[in-house]
């Protein structure tokens, strides 16, 4: 079955970077959307930035836009979400989230996406 896991989160400073893994079983990343997504604390689940393998489309919020990079390995089955410049309102759970995707552009929804992860903590702190 689909499973998604994520990795990489921690304590990092201001200014510091941080680099999310999502590693995908259950299921090759070749016509699928994969999204990331944030949830802080009394707020609502947002999304991060978002990939379609289907044809390279990317999407990234306004809030992270020349900070963050999402990338994938298709040889790891595996999406990165490199974060670089982390700011303190970037602290929340991160979550990996897939549906399959044939179409052009790509979801960037919570609800679009039916399969997720456990999700991984990010702490941006001095």
């Known amino acids: 079955q689909v499973q998604l896991v994520e990795s990489g989160g921690g304590l990092v400073q201001p200014g510091g970077s941080l680099r999310l893994s999502c590693a995908a079983s259950?299921?090759?990343?070749?016509?699928?959307?994969i999204g990331w997504f944030r949830q802080a604390p009394g707020k609502e689940r947002e999304g991060v930035s978002c990939?379609?393998?289907?044809?390279?489309?990317?999407y990234y919020a306004d809030s992270v836009k020349g900070r963050f990079t999402i990338s994938r390995d298709n040889a790891k089955n595996t999406v990165y979400l490199q974060m670089n410049s982390l700011k303190p309102e970037d602290t929340a759970v991160y979550y990996c989230?897939?549906?399959?995707?044939?179409?052009?552009?790509?979801?960037?929804?919570?609800?679009?996406?039916?399969?997720w992860g456990q999700g991984t903590q990010v702490t941006v702190s001095s």
């Open positions: 990939i379609s393998t289907t044809d390279g489309s990317t």
């Open positions: 989230a897939a549906i399959p995707w044939v179409r052009a552009g790509v979801p960037s929804h919570t609800d679009e996406y039916d399969y």
């Open positions: 259950g299921f090759t990343l070749d016509y699928w959307a």
